[in-house]
């Protein structure tokens, strides 16, 4: 099995910055992308930002120069900085893993973190 445990959200101002992190634990053989999606109230859940095992990274347009996601392959955690705030950044951020967690199976899985709240709010 497979954790993922996510930390860093909470209550900003507009123009402030937050740091998410999401750990993963567990049966892990490779991680091949790490990354970062959020669903705001009413509306599905989109990709914020995704990073390869070769450092490979893609943003959507609405964070793009805003938000840098990391990772520390030695650690199995990825990290996002948000910068630049903006109220329509409030969501609710979930780390997102695929990997192999048995050198057995070929075909990777993709695990879901519990999700972190982010509220951008005067």
């Known amino acids: 099995q497979v954790q993922l445990v996510e930390s860093g959200g909470g209550l900003v101002q507009p123009g402030g910055s937050l740091r998410l992190s999401c750990a993963a634990s567990g049966s892990i053989f490779s991680i091949y992308i790490m990354g970062w999606y959020r669903q705001a109230p009413g509306k599905q859940r989109e990709l914020v930002a995704t990073?390869?095992?070769?450092?490979?990274?893609n943003y959507a347009d609405s964070v793009k120069g805003r938000f840098a996601i990391s990772r520390d392959n030695a650690k199995n955690t990825v990290y996002l900085q948000m910068n630049s705030l903006k109220p329509e950044d409030t969501a609710v951020y979930y780390c997102?893993?695929?990997?192999?967690?048995?050198?057995?199976?070929?075909?990777?899985?993709?695990?879901w973190g519990q999700g972190t709240q982010v509220t951008v709010s005067s």
């Open positions: 997102n893993v695929v990997l192999r967690g048995d050198p057995r199976v070929v075909v990777p899985t993709q695990y």
């Open positions: 990073m390869t095992s070769g450092g490979t990274t």
